[in-house]
């Protein structure tokens, strides 16, 4: 029996890799709650997302995380780190 193909969009790799998904993507600098981009960056949520499914013809081990940076992401903001680590 074949399964569904997934892929996990993370902006907190470390905690993701520890449950090993088959596919991963974590778009560099994104902060929680902009996985896929800043609130109206319509363009830039297409193309993280486009980017995130082309994961799926990707033959690589599980648990594998797949980087990328882009330039345009403007909610760059690091202080969810803190509140993150503060718990």
Not at 41 to 68: C, F, P
Not at 69 to 86: I, M, P, Q, V
Request: no cysteine; glycine share 10%; net charge negative.
């Amino acid at each position: 029996m074949a399964g569904i193909p997934t892929i996990l969009i993370t902006v907190i790799p470390d905690s993701s890799k520890q449950a090993g998904p088959p596919r991963a993507f974590y778009p560099i600098g994104f902060k929680p709650g902009n996985s896929l981009g800043g609130p109206h960056q319509i363009a830039l949520q297409q193309k993280v997302l486009r980017d995130a499914l082309s994961r799926w013809e990707a033959r690589e081990e599980a648990g594998t995380i797949w980087e990328r940076e882009y330039a345009e992401y403007t909610g760059h903001d690091d202080s969810w780190k803190e509140a993150l680590e503060e718990g």
